[in-house]
């Protein structure tokens, strides 16, 4: 009766351990990675995210960029790591729903290797030119381009960045040939925009609004369907002649799969609460971004709709990312 005894205090102890382990999540830094350099909305939107998580998770939350091969450099050192809830990943529009299209071959499947959390947040494309480009505006731009074909250059954040997207997609309803200079990220080639070494470009409101208010940079256009408030007088691409065009940014938490279920909720929970804090509202309404929220069954099926539209978008434009 001793030895049974015994053996079933060390067993209510074993069991309570592990309950205690589970619930103690987080004890640790947690780590999210950003697939860019530094300097573009990505890095907003995560360290915005991560600041706040900060003081709801009771841990340091750290942002780290590891940009390169179109995303997939960070998305496979996250695809292997283990899961415990302490090494997440920036996902977006690019990584999740047009590189598994537009790239031959991936090192991981990212729906099978990943888990999603949470969406953070939506954010309006612009299209932007340098100050000294002739163009006043979205058709004389076009105009522009028509007659030199080859002659313009765009920049972006990278193969497979939301800009290589919308500016691609662009160039295939106009029918305009412009160069495709991609970086290392949206602060990389925002020095060579703003210094003249490129004539064009689109990227997310938070990167660019600033220039845009400073004059460096002129508005010619906006991906989403309706204009956006910060632009009031600048048009849509689909109401200046080509219905149907639509391309913003949007950007979630993911992290590898294998994740437990009740990590996957306490950060879901948490990021919510982040998401409703006024810091962040107050600096999501500032660029025109929308916050994200919701469950990550719903973060889940926005990624599905979205692969369906882009993958769409990925044939019609014959888009290949190397």
């Known amino acids: 009766m001793l030895k049974k005894a015994a053996m079933f205090a060390v067993l209510l102890f074993v069991v309570a351990g592990g309950a205690l382990g589970q619930s103690s999540y987080p004890n640790q830094t947690i780590r999210i990675v950003v697939p860019f350099a530094p300097g573009g909305t990505s890095e907003i939107v995560a360290r915005s995210v991560a600041q706040e998580l900060t003081g709801l998770m009771g841990v340091s939350v750290i942002v780290e960029n590891r940009a390169g091969g179109a995303g997939t450099i960070a998305m496979s050192e996250v695809?292997?790591?283990?899961?415990?809830?302490?090494?997440?990943?920036?996902?977006?529009?690019?990584?999740?729903?047009?590189?598994?299209?537009?790239?031959?071959?991936?090192?991981?499947?990212v729906n099978k290797d990943f888990v999603p959390i949470?969406?953070?947040?939506?954010?309006?494309?612009?299209?932007?030119?340098?100050?000294?480009?002739?163009?006043?505006?979205?058709?004389?731009?076009?105009?522009?381009?028509?007659?030199?074909?080859?002659?313009?250059?765009?920049?972006?954040?990278?193969?497979?960045?939301?800009?290589?997207?919308?500016?691609?997609?662009?160039?295939?309803?106009?029918?305009?040939?412009?160069?495709?200079?991609?970086?290392?990220?949206?602060?990389?080639?925002?020095?060579?925009?703003?210094?003249g070494r490129l004539e064009a470009a689109s990227a997310g409101t938070p990167a660019l609004m600033a220039h845009v208010k400073s004059g460096k940079l002129r508005p010619i256009a906006v991906g989403t369907p309706e204009r956006i408030p910060a632009l009031p007088d600048v048009p849509t691409v689909a109401e200046l002649g080509y219905p149907g065009f639509e391309t913003s940014q949007w950007y979630g938490i993911i992290g590898p799969a294998g994740l437990p279920k009740d990590v996957i909720d306490k950060l879901s929970v948490e990021i919510n609460k982040a998401l409703k804090s006024s810091a962040i509202t107050t600096r999501f309404a500032n660029d025109d971004a929308k916050a994200g929220g919701g469950t990550p069954a719903e973060f889940a099926a926005f990624i599905k709709a979205e692969q369906d539209r882009w993958s769409k978008v990925v044939k019609s434009a014959n888009l290949r990312i190397e």
Do not use: W
Request: hydrophobic share 45%; charged share 15%; net charge positive.
């Open 118 to 195: 949470a969406l953070l947040a939506k954010v309006p494309n612009i299209f932007v030119v340098n100050a000294s480009v002739p163009a006043k505006d979205f058709k004389e731009f076009v105009a522009l381009a028509k007659q030199k074909p080859g002659a313009l250059n765009y920049g972006s954040a990278g193969n497979g960045s939301a800009g290589h997207l919308a500016f691609e997609y662009l160039k295939f309803v106009t029918g305009i040939d412009v160069v495709h200079v991609p970086y290392r990220g949206t602060g990389p080639q925002l020095q060579d925009l703003l210094g």
């Open 79 to 109: 695809a292997k790591a283990a899961p415990d809830g302490y090494t997440l990943i920036l996902g977006h529009v690019g990584t999740l729903a047009v590189n598994p299209y537009a790239m031959a071959r991936q090192p991981y499947d």
